[in-house]
T-cell receptor, first 114, second 112 residues
Framework: EADIYQTPRYLVIGTGKKITLECSQT?????MYWYQQDPGMELHLIHY???????EKGDLSSESTVSRIRTEHFPLTLESARPSHTSQYLC?????????????FGPGTRLTVL | EDKVVQSPLSLVVHEGDTVTLNCSYE??????LLWYKQEKKAPTFLFML????IEKKSGRLSSILDKKELSSILNITATQTGDSAIYLC????????????FGKGTLLTVNP
């Protein structure tokens, strides 16, 4: 079973607040990802990282930023939250070794911005 | 742009029925196709299908990849209420640098 954790699991905040969504994995995986998922919609990749000090923007434009200072930790930050940021945010990781890309997901953070 | 389409979007069956979920894709330099099960929390990995492994089976679940038709099916036999979930299909393309493109998923509801 994958060991990938996200906190908080649920967050309700007001517009304009700065928030950081935490993601940690204990599997030593090099690759980590952040997805955004609205109800009934696809997972959309917003950020990814291939290792420490490596971060890239994903396919879906996002006002969030990420950092990767340690292998196990990949936090996502919103400097000024807006109601349009209300969504579920899923973190995932996969090992660098191997040709293919089986990703393990965390439990998600459901964010509501009022 | 890589694209994954799943059908049906939702399905309601009775316990014991057999279901077939469909996934079709358009991707540059196909590498692999993955199936996930998503209940209330995170997607959990079910199968990975590649050019060298086009059929997988685990218990009541099985999946086949048709590279000619650019599609895959996920079969669930003797369904149980615990199979109720969203089933996600994702594809990794050669030009995507380890990124996955996901479909919208099929919401399966199994009634007792």
């Amino acid at each position: 079973e994958a060991d990938i954790y996200q906190t908080p699991r649920y967050l309700v905040i007001g517009t304009g607040k700065k928030i950081t969504l935490e993601c940690s994995q204990t599997m030593g995986h090099d690759k980590m990802y952040w997805y955004q998922q609205d109800p009934g919609m696809e997972l959309h990749l917003i950020h990814y990282s291939y290792g420490v000090n490596s971060t890239e923007k994903g396919d879906l434009s996002s006002e969030s930023t990420v950092s990767r200072i340690r292998t196990e930790h990949f936090p996502l930050t919103l400097e000024s939250a807006r109601p349009s940021h209300t969504s579920q945010y899923l973190c995932a990781s996969s090992p660098r070794q191997g040709v293919h890309n089986e990703q393990f997901f965390g439990p998600g953070t459901r964010l509501t911005v009022l | 742009e890589d694209k994954v389409v799943q059908s049906p979007l939702s399905l309601v069956v009775h316990e014991g029925d057999t279901v077939t979920l469909n996934c079709s894709y358009e991707v540059t330099n196909f590498r692999s196709l993955l199936w996930y099960k998503q209940e209330k929390k995170a997607p959990t990995f079910l199968f990975m299908l590649t050019s060298s492994g086009i059929e997988k089976k685990s218990g009541r679940l099985s999946s086949i990849l048709d590279k000619k038709e650019l599609s895959s099916i996920l079969n669930i036999t003797a369904t149980q209420t615990g199979d109720s979930a969203i089933y996600l299909c994702a594809v990794e393309g050669g030009g995507s640098n380890y990124k996955l493109t996901f479909g919208k998923g099929t919401l399966l509801t199994v009634n007792p």
